[in-house]
C-alpha cells in the first residue's frame, strides 16, 4: 500500500504582496489568510500537491515541495 505524499508550503514574504490569489484557489483550504497579512498554511496534511497556489502566484512567492520521507 502507497503512503500518501507530504507537502511542504513555503512562502517567501520579501515578494508576497497579500494579494490572497494563493488562499483562495486552495481547493484544501489548506491556506489561510487574514487582512492586511500574510498567507499561513494552517492545515499543510490537508495538501495534495496541486500547485495551484505555486502556479498562480503572481509574485512566484509560494512554493510546495514533496517532502521526502
Known amino acids: 500500500m502507497a503512503m500518501a505524499k507530504k507537502f511542504n508550503i513555503s512562502i517567501n514574504t520579501k515578494?508576497?504582496?497579500?494579494c490572497g490569489i494563493c488562499s483562495y484557489l486552495c481547493p484544501k483550504e489548506v491556506l489561510e489568510q487574514k487582512v492586511g497579512g500574510y498567507p499561513e498554511a494552517v492545515?499543510?496534511?490537508?495538501?495534495?500537491?496541486?500547485?495551484?497556489?505555486?502556479?498562480?502566484?503572481?509574485?512566484?512567492?509560494?512554493?510546495?515541495?514533496?517532502?521526502?520521507?
Do not use: S
Open 43 to 69: 492545515r499543510p496534511e490537508a495538501c495534495i500537491g496541486c500547485r495551484l497556489c505555486e502556479m498562480r502566484c503572481p509574485d512566484f512567492a509560494i512554493g510546495v515541495e514533496v517532502v521526502q520521507e
Open 15 to 18: 515578494n508576497c504582496k497579500q
